[in-house]
């Protein structure tokens, strides 16, 4: 993300390219080609050059944006073919390398690896200066493009920063990156809690109010998906029908990762529009989706139904709605997830029986009753707002393991 200008948001939009004509489509191919190149030198040469630092204990390869560019230029005189491409574009993609070494050397990031021609989907930056018009799109040394999507640019007044080309499946794509005037967001108070499900977000608000918002279930777009995948399998490398089925494939995922999306955007939009603070259970997400394989000596249990339920919190889009909740409320707060399934939310009474099934909860100490997601965000909520106002009404002990909806413990 470029620096943040003091009021300023960056919003990201994306849009089918069309390239028009196949001639054109063979230029964006040819630019990601040249950025592939690129970094598919320099990776060579500085992980060369790491090896032989590790092995006598020298200086590590200087992979800072600014020293690969200069190397670039370099190469660009010498590489006669380079300079049908734009510069800068073809530049930046060193930006990226010089993130991922940058980040390797930090121990946050894995060794940065080579780009395959068909293993990557192509793709390449215009880092700045991107002219939009029309809308239409400006690729240096090539020309004009239609860019298209459903509803147009919801940011008219946006300035285009930055603008990433990919091939996805078929189709060439460009996501655009918008600077906006701040937006305002809803400011009266009300904090919302919520429990984040695989068929359903339970909240409950500080007004009392509350409510289960859907979320689609492992639906036929699954089931079609897995289907054409077992099929794939048993067809012929390098055929023409597996390649029809592969195309089928990208299909359907394309559909279900934007239906995934849209629930998302409409569940975050619905609780943003209804307060101004969010509390959500602080869950590492991706250690709870980890296989639950475990090792040869030491085997894991439970994998087929982790594995089911992982199936089914990646289809819910936790992720995402966590994410786009993040930008779209003013504050976003992280509360213990400990036993806030088990907990009534009317004596503080904590017993892993008071969660008969998965849907109904009853206390065993003062007869509460109340459906269990329900009973839960509103814990959650009480979690958040007590840590500042009420102080804790009643803490909650500390478990060893936390149960998922009765099928899989792990320990956190
Ligand atoms: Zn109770």
Redesign the pocket.
């Known amino acids: 993300m470029p620096d943040k200008a003091k009021g300023k948001e960056f919003r990201g939009v994306e849009y089918r390219l069309l390239p028009g004509s196949s001639a054109n489509a063979r230029k964006l191919a040819g630019i990601a080609g040249a950025c592939r190149f690129v970094w598919n030198y320099f990776l060579a040469k500085n992980k060369e050059e790491y090896k032989r630092a590790k092995e006598s204990d020298g200086k590590k390869p200087s992979v800072s944006f600014f020293s690969l560019g200069k190397q670039f230029t370099q190469l660009r005189k010498e590489v006669d073919w380079l300079s049908e491409y734009s510069f800068k574009i073809v530049r930046y993609s060193l930006k990226h390398q010089a993130d991922a070494w940058q980040g390797f050397f930090k121990g946050v990031r894995k060794h940065p690896k080579f780009h395959s021609k068909y293993g990557k989907c192509p793709s390449f930056t215009i880092p700045d200066n991107v002219k939009i018009k029309d809308g239409r799109l400006f690729i240096p040394k090539v020309g004009w493009m239609q860019m298209r999507r459903k509803g147009g640019n919801p940011y008219p007044d946006g300035r285009p920063i930055r603008a990433t080309i990919k091939k996805s499946g078929r189709y060439w794509k460009v996501s655009v990156c918008y600077e906006i005037d701040a937006r305002k967001r809803t400011e009266n108070g009300v904090a919302v809690g919520v429990d984040l499900n695989t068929d359903n977000v339970a909240w409950t608000d500080t007004t009392g109010e509350r409510g289960m918002l859907g979320i689609a279930r492992l639906d036929k777009k699954d089931i079609r998906i897995r289907r054409y995948q077992r099929k794939l399998a048993r067809q012929q490398k390098g055929s023409n029908r597996r390649r029809v089925t592969k195309r089928k494939i990208t299909k359907w995922k394309r559909k279900q990762k934007n239906s995934r999306k849209n629930q998302a955007h409409q569940n975050s939009r619905f609780l943003a529009n209804r307060a101004e603070a969010l509390v959500r259970e602080d869950l590492k997400l991706k250690n709870m989706t980890a296989s639950a394989k475990g090792t040869v000596e030491n085997p894991g249990k439970n994998v087929k139904a982790k594995a089911g339920l992982n199936r089914s919190m990646l289809n819910a889009s936790h992720g995402r709605f966590n994410q786009y909740c993040d930008y779209k409320f003013e504050t976003v707060v992280g509360v213990d997830p400990r036993y806030t399934s088990q907990t009534?939310n009317?004596?503080g009474?904590v017993d892993k029986v008071n969660r008969q099934t998965q849907r109904s909860f009853r206390?065993v100490?003062?007869g509460?009753a109340d459906h269990a997601d329900l009973n839960a965000s509103a814990n959650i909520l009480a979690s958040g707002i007590g840590a500042s106002a009420r102080r804790g009404a009643f803490g909650l002990p500390t478990p060893k393991t936390r149960e998922i909806d009765g099928i899989f413990n792990y320990a956190i």
């Open positions: 009534c009317s004596c009474h206390c100490s003062c509460h």
